[in-house]
C-alpha cells in the first residue's frame, strides 16, 4: 500500500518516484525494497509526508484523508506553497545576446513567482566559505543588482559564476568572498561584456 500511494503521489506532483529519491538524497536502493514490499523508517516516512504535504498515516494506507493534521496554534508562513524551479548547472551567454541554460535538476523553493527564480548549482571555491561548491544558490532573475549583495554573473561569454558586487561610479568590482582568488574589475566600455543573471536570496546546502 505503502508505494502505491508514493507512486500516486508522485504521478500527481508530476514526478516519478525515482526523481523524488534523487530531490530528497535518498538512496535509489531504498526505492527497490519498498518497491517489492518494505516500508521506510519512521524518519524517512516524516520527509516524505512532509514533502508532500500529507499525513503519515496517509502515506501508510492506514487513513484516506490526504490532508496533513496542522498542530495546534499553527499558522501558514508560506500562503502560496513551494513551487519546482529548475537547477541550472551552467548558464553562457550565446552570440545571439541570449543566455543559454543547462538544467541538471530541479528542487522546490518558497517563492511568490516561480518563472522569476532558478536554482545556481555553485561550481568551484571562490565563495568559500560561506558558499561550497555543490551548494544551490537561489537566484532571483533581475538585470538590476544592489550594491553589495552576491550575484549570478556572466562576464566574457563565459559560465555565470557567483560574485559579490560593488559599483563605483563606471567601475564595477566583483568580488569572491575566498581570499585566494582576486577580485574582478571593469570600468567603462568593459562593463558591455557583464551579464548580471541576477542576485542570490538563498542558499541550499545537502548534506551528504
Known amino acids: 500500500m505503502f508505494y502505491e500511494r508514493l507512486k500516486a503521489l508522485c504521478k500527481e506532483h508530476g514526478t516519478t518516484v525515482t526523481a523524488l529519491l534523487s530531490t530528497l538524497n535518498i538512496s535509489p536502493a531504498q526505492g527497490t525494497w519498498w518497491k517489492k514490499g518494505s516500508s521506510p523508517k519512521y524518519e524517512t516516512l516524516v520527509v516524505l509526508a512532509q514533502h508532500f504535504n500529507v499525513s503519515v498515516d496517509y502515506l501508510m494506507g492506514k487513513d484516506d484523508n490526504a490532508s496533513a493534521p496542522k498542530p495546534q496554534n499553527a499558522y501558514d508562513i508560506s500562503p502560496q506553497g ?82 559579490k558586487v560593488k559599483k563605483e561610479g563606471d567601475t564595477l568590482i566583483l568580488s569572491p568572498l575566498n581570499t585566494e582568488y582576486e577580485p574582478l574589475i571593469f570600468h567603462g566600455d568593459e562593463l558591455k561584456s557583464v551579464k548580471f543573471v541576477g542576485k542570490m536570496v538563498e542558499i541550499k546546502r545537502v548534506y551528504k
Do not use: R
Open 82 to 163: 513551494f513551487c519546482k524551479l529548475p537547477i541550472i548547472g551552467a548558464i553562457s551567454a550565446g552570440y545571439d545576446g541570449v543566455a543559454h541554460e543547462e538544467i541538471v535538476g530541479y528542487a522546490y523553493a518558497d517563492v511568490p513567482c516561480p518563472s522569476s527564480y532558478i536554482y545556481l548549482l555553485v561550481k568551484g571555491d571562490s565563495m568559500y566559505p560561506d558558499i561550497k561548491q555543490g551548494d544551490l544558490a537561489l537566484i532571483e532573475k533581475t538585470p538590476i543588482v544592489p550594491n553589495g549583495s552576491i550575484a549570478a554573473v556572466i562576464y566574457n561569454g563565459d559560465e555565470a559564476t557567483l560574485k
